[in-house]
């Protein structure tokens, strides 16, 4: 079957960089893709990967290892609203597939 | 533009009744999709409409569900006859091009809640 692991969860402090992990046993991969959920709203896209190697945008970066079966999301510059559950989601042509998630906690 | 629109935003409804949950994607949008989280799961996919046909449904969980999309704009999901395990969140997220790797919009959720 397909399944992802991610950390459950992971604090950090305002300013520092934060590194999610997520590994996954797939076929057929297409892509790993990383979002964000504040609590109880909308998932919302950060960024896919469908080639080995790293995805900047703004503050938040993404690294995908095919050969790994691993990828990773970087936060830099953390803030207070960053606090969320951040899911990796690996995609088929038409599904995603989501791990569990991993909730972030950023302290003052 | 407007977002991904979900209603009711919670139902709370007896074992064996019917629950309708309704979608308004983006507009423009021909693909939607639904999903739902039940307690401590993951999110999983449940189908996916391009237009107003079903492209793939391999995630609907049991006949009681019925998802339409007529003319290719709103979409609608029955749970009917409900039941407990069906408590959760339903999803439903649209994008214009087919394929993960350009991010689906998702509505903020219906949480359902059966007793």
């Known amino acids: 079957g397909q399944s992802l692991e991610q950390p459950s969860e992971v604090t950090a402090v305002e300013g520092a960089i934060v590194q999610i992990n997520c590994t996954y046993q797939?076929?057929?991969?297409?892509?790993l893709s990383w979002y964000q959920q504040h609590d109880g709203g909308a998932p919302t896209f950060l960024s896919y990967?469908?080639?080995?190697g790293l995805e900047e945008t703004g503050r938040f970066s993404s690294f995908l290892s095919r050969s790994d079966s691993y990828g990773y999301l970087l936060l830099q510059e953390l803030q207070m609203k960053d606090s969320a559950s951040y899911f990796c989601?690996?995609?088929?042509?038409?599904?995603?597939?989501f791990g569990k998630g991993t909730m972030l906690l950023v302290s003052p | 533009e407007a977002g991904v629109t979900q209603f009711p935003s919670h139902s709370v409804i007896e074992k064996g009744q019917t629950v309708t949950l309704r979608c308004d994607p983006i507009?423009?949008?021909?693909?939607l999709y639904w999903y739902r989280r039940v307690m401590g799961k993951e999110i999983k996919f449940l189908l996916h409409?391009?237009?107003?046909?079903?492209?793939?449904e391999s995630g609907m969980p049991n006949n009681r569900f019925l998802a339409e999309r007529t003319g290719g704009t709103y979409s609608t999901l029955k749970v009917q006859p409900a039941e407990l395990e069906d408590s959760g969140v339903y999803f439903c997220a649209s994008s214009q091009a087919t394929g993960s790797n350009y991010g689906y919009t998702f509505g903020s959720g219906t949480r359902l809640t059966v007793v």
């Open positions: 989601a690996w995609g088929g042509y038409s599904t995603l597939t």
């Open positions: 990967n469908g080639l080995d």
């Open positions: 507009s423009g949008h021909d693909n």
């Open positions: 409409f391009v237009k107003e046909s079903k492209q793939d």
């Open positions: 797939t076929s057929g991969f297409y892509g």
